[in-house]
Antibody, heavy 127, light 110 residues
Framework: QVQLVESGGGVVQSGGSLRLSCAAS????????MHWVRQVPGKGLEWAAL????????YYVDSVRGRFTISRDNSKNTLYLQMNSLRVEDTAVYYC????????????????????WGQGTTVTVSS | QSVLTQPPSVSAAPGQKVTIYCSGS????????VSWYQHLPGTGPKLLIY???KRPSGIPNRFSGSKSGTSATLDITGLQAGDEADYYC???????????FGSGTKVTVL
């Protein structure tokens, strides 16, 4: 079945780095855009980053742009999130999420939805 | 602070209907498609509605979505105890070139 499994979360000091991975299975990974969505404890969902199906374009929320890098390896069916210069406010559960539609080139304009979510990996940034 | 505005909570008795509103702007809801998610504690969120009003397979027709202008709505009819959860709207923000979620609405079944 379609599955996303995150790993790489943990405890890191402020200013440190961490790399999250997401192993995908059960679908043609290279056909779908992939997102990272996070949830700060006690708060709502926050969209963090998107990489298109072919890696051609990447998008970020303002609060992580310049510090986080989303990437993918379609040969390994794996999504990554490299997180540098981590801040206390980056403490959250990070979800790996699959686009509903295949080969989306313009997010949102013709379709929008995220249909498969991982179980989440927890990142804790200490001061 | 979320770009999309939702009521913090709604409630109704079993069997009744609740409507959750999601208010945005021309840059997000009006010019892009909207999706809705159900989030239970300790689990990954579940897609309920995509492309404004479409249901994924396996989602009962008690859940329905619509969009008009800069707002979207999620209706849940025949409310059940298992519907108690947090619900989020989501869309793309064209000016920010970023995804955005609503502030979230907690549904309570009385």
């Amino acid at each position: 079945q379609v599955q996303l499994v995150e790993s790489g979360g943990g405890v890191v000091q402020s200013g440190g780095s961490l790399r999250l991975s997401c192993a995908a299975s059960g679908f043609t990974f290279s056909d779908y855009g992939m997102h990272w969505v996070r949830q700060v404890p006690g708060k709502g969902l926050e969209w963090a980053a998107l990489v298109l199906f072919d890696g051609s374009n990447k998008y970020y929320v303002d609060s992580v742009r310049g510090r986080f890098t989303i990437s993918r390896d379609n040969s390994k069916n794996t999504l990554y999130l490299q997180m540098n210069s981590l801040r206390v406010e980056d403490t959250a559960v990070y979800y790996c999420v699959k686009d509903k539609h295949e080969r989306v080139e313009v997010p949102g304009h013709f379709s929008y939805g995220m249909d498969v979510w991982g179980q989440g990996t927890t990142v804790t940034v200490s001061s | 602070q979320s770009v999309l505005t939702q009521p913090p909570s709604v409630s109704a008795a079993p069997g009744q209907k609740v409507t959750i509103y999601c208010s945005g702007s021309r840059s997000d809801i009006r010019n892009n498609y909207v999706s809705w998610y159900q989030h239970l504690p300790g689990t990954g969120p579940k897609l309920l509605i995509y492309d404004n009003d479409k249901r994924p397979s396996g989602i009962p027709n008690r859940f329905s979505g619509s969009k008009s202008g800069t707002s979207a709505t999620l209706d849940i009819t025949g409310l059940q105890a298992g519907d108690e959860a947090d619900y989020y709207c989501g869309t793309w923000h064209s000016s920010l070139s970023a995804g955005v979620f609503g502030s979230g609405t907690k549904v309570t079944v009385l």
